[in-house]
């Protein structure tokens, strides 16, 4: 007779944290879609404590509750106690991991965490993309209605954007005016090829700012979507190999909300005194020009803003995206009700859970509607793609951006704008 699994290894203390008092559950994304109660963080928490305990024994639907989870970590936000369900669930899912518990697609896990965290495996990605796009093949797949059988397929075809531009960064880019100190810019990896122009505008509103910018080509990922998939060797590794870039810094600027939060957390997960530093030293781009006296021109516009979710329950900011947005002349920022449920994308979920993260969509395009603003802001590139996956299919007319596109455009209509070629390749 096969020998029982083991029981987990989780954090007894804050497992018990969790008083049960249910405050979290109307935040959940996955419980306000599903309606279960081992689908809420409260649920969650149940099962692995009971894991953990040993009076559970983890299997198919154990992992199955755990892969349903986006870890938004909206619950965190809401607990009185401070359960720290994030660290909790990526400690599950490493054990999961390693043995072999999965309720997802192996093989497409296997695709999409090989692919998106690597720049060069994921360019090449992009051009078949593509290529898939322009030849007319794209047209021949939709009209066959082969998509209807494969939603996970069809997800990740619906999230391709119209067109790609690739544009590296110089990089060293001075400082303008008196200097600040030198701030790193994080690249990203789907920012990176997908979203130049963002790291494009976030260096020269830096450089604007005061600070010498530098932006090493060779970086590479931070390791958010390895944390999340709980391989945290992989997470581990990455960690240790983007903060030999970054060290000698002032400041490490993200412009990107999960990897923003998955560096914040390095210093839980890995005992370096050289990567604590560096996440010591992360901050998202908002934070960072909201304290710096930036020449604002006028941009008659309303915006509504979506809270990415590992910006505003991962790492806490809220403020400083609406005070910076706030501060252009002209522009209006609409209340936009369940501004900070998820919109479904957390990193490749939208891909593997796409039933329930289309509901997600839906919610979130609603309350966007409702604002009447043409513009959406977020600042997260998953959230990017995401909203205007979703605006393209309902045919909304609906500009999705990143704040520091809005902030740049103000820029560009103020005294001292600056050349924005000075950003581009030598």
């Known amino acids: 007779m096969p020998a029982a699994p083991a029981p987990l290894t989780l954090d007894q203390d804050a497992l018990r944290a969790c008083v049960h008092c249910g405050i979290c559950m109307p935040q959940c994304p996955t419980y306000r879609v599903l309606g279960e109660e081992m689908d809420s963080p409260r649920g969650r928490l149940y099962l692995m404590r009971a894991a953990a ?9 154990f992992a199955r509750h755990m892969d349903l989870c986006l870890g938004c970590r909206a619950c965190e936000t809401a607990c009185p106690s401070g359960v720290p369900f994030g660290s909790l669930l990526e400690a599950t899912r490493a054990q999961l991991a390693q043995r072999g518990l999965t309720s997802q697609p192996r093989l497409l896990r296997r695709l999409l965490l090989g692919t ?7 360019a090449v990605a992009l051009a078949a993309a593509q290529v898939y796009q322009r030849s007319g093949l ?3 797949v939709r009209a066959s209605r082969i998509l209807r059988l494969a939603p996970r397929l069809a997800a990740m075809e619906a999230l391709l954007p119209p067109r790609f531009e690739r544009h ?13 100190g030198r701030a790193a810019l994080v690249l990203g990896c789907v920012q990176r090829l997908l979203f130049p122009h963002v790291n494009r505008d976030t260096a ?22 390895d944390l999340h998939a709980g391989r945290l060797r992989q997470y581990r590794a990455r960690a240790r190999a983007l903060a030999s870039w970054l060290r000698d810094a002032d400041v490490v600027v993200t412009n990107a909300a999960g990897c923003g939060a998955a560096m914040r957390e390095w210093g839980h997960w890995l005992d370096d005194e050289v990567v604590a530093s560096v996440a010591g030293r992360v901050r998202d781009v908002t934070q960072v020009l909201a304290e710096a006296d930036l020449p604002l021109g006028p941009l008659h516009l309303a915006v509504a803003y979506h809270d990415a979710c590992h910006l505003a ?6 403020a400083e995206p609406r005070a910076l947005l706030g501060r252009i002349p002209g522009l209006r920022l609409m209340p936009l009700a369940d501004g900070e449920l998820c919109c479904g994308s957390a990193g490749v979920y939208n891909v593997l859970e796409p039933g329930v993260a289309g509901r997600l969509l839906d919610m979130k395009l609603d309350r966007i509607v409702e604002t009447g603003a043409p ?8 959230c990017l793609l995401q909203l205007a996956r979703g605006a393209r299919a309902r045919g909304l007319d609906l500009e999705v951006v990143h704040p520091v ?12 704008g600056g050349d924005r070629r000075e950003e581009g390749r030598p």
């Open 313 to 318: 329950h991962g790492q806490k900011v809220r």
């Open 405 to 416: 596109e809005l902030v740049a455009r103000s820029v560009g209509r103020g005294a001292g």
């Open 375 to 382: 513009t959406v802001a977020t600042g997260n590139p998953g």
């Open 53 to 61: 305990e040993g009076r559970l024994a983890p299997a198919a639907a």
């Open 168 to 180: 590296e960064l110089r990089e060293t880019i001075p400082a303008r005016g008196p200097r600040r």
């Open 204 to 225: 020269r509103l830096l450089s604007l700012a005061g600070w010498e910018v530098v932006a090493p080509r060779r970086q590479g990922c931070c390791g958010a979507l």
């Open 138 to 140: 794209r047209a021949a």
């Open 116 to 122: 998106f965290p690597r720049v060069d495996r994921l």
